[in-house]
């Protein structure tokens, strides 16, 4: 079974700083995507950046970019220029790629990331 | 786009109270809609699969008689928590995909407390 790893509980950041959020996870598979979420105080679960594992290349969206590390299995999400809406859990989740296989999402616990002023 | 609504946004009931949470995609068409289970400070865990016209799949451990899911449309999906009691106090969210392969887009959750 996949596993997925957040080793931070609890991060901060001053606001225009960058940070690092880390996720490890734990497959056989070689073909599945990684995703990291945000969920605000609000609840509603958000997706902030998506990977394809067969894709060397880094994804990013604006402010966020992830570092993929496949052999490592490492799957850590950058946040640049940090701003107070940044403020929210962050989860890391994985997801096999398998054709007509579970679309199950596998979630770390989650990374609760504070921006301070 | 790829909105997806959830309702109630919160449930409070006394134990024994069957309780229905809705499931809506508004802006898309949906085959297959997830269910999901959160405890506080805890992670999401799925409960099971929706799958429009067809039986949900349920996870391991997930009771399908206590926990009903009902996908009679593209766009709608229904979970129903029978015969609730204190320990199914929980945050459940709902996500939906447009198609296989595509990220899934989760809706507001809808916090159940039973007294």
């Known amino acids: 079974a996949q596993t997925v790893t957040q080793s931070q509980p609890e991060m901060s950041v001053q606001e225009a700083e960058t940070v690092t959020l880390s996720c490890t996870y734990d497959t056989s598979e070689s073909d599945y995507y990684l995703f990291w979420y945000k969920q605000p105080p609000s609840r509603q679960m958000i997706l902030v950046i998506r990977?394809?594992?067969?894709?060397?290349q880094n994804a990013t969206e604006n402010r966020f970019s992830v570092n993929f590390q496949k052999a490592a299995k490492s799957f850590s999400l950058k946040i640049s220029d940090s701003q107070l809406g940044d403020a929210a859990m962050y989860f890391c989740a994985y997801r096999s790629a398998y054709q007509g296989g579970s679309e199950k999402l596998v979630f770390g616990k989650g990374t609760k990331l504070t921006v301070n002023p | 786009g790829a909105v997806v609504s959830q309702h109630p946004s919160r449930v409070i009931c006394k134990s024994g109270t069957s309780v229905k949470i809705e499931c809506r995609s508004l802006?898309?068409?949906?085959?297959?809609m997830f269910w999901y289970r959160q405890f506080p400070k805890q992670s999401l865990m799925l409960m099971a699969t929706s799958n429009e016209g067809s039986k949900a799949t349920y996870e391991q451990g997930v009771e399908k008689d206590k926990f009903l899911i009902n996908h009679a449309s593209l766009t709608l999906s229904t979970l129903t928590v029978t015969s609730a009691h204190p320990e199914d106090s929980s945050f459940y969210i709902c996500?939906?995909?447009?198609?296989?392969?595509?990220?899934?887009?989760f809706g507001d959750g809808t916090r159940l407390s039973i007294l």
């Open positions: 996500s939906a995909r447009l198609r296989e392969n595509q990220p899934q887009h």
């Open positions: 802006d898309f068409q949906a085959t297959t």
């Open positions: 990977q394809e594992a067969y894709k060397q």
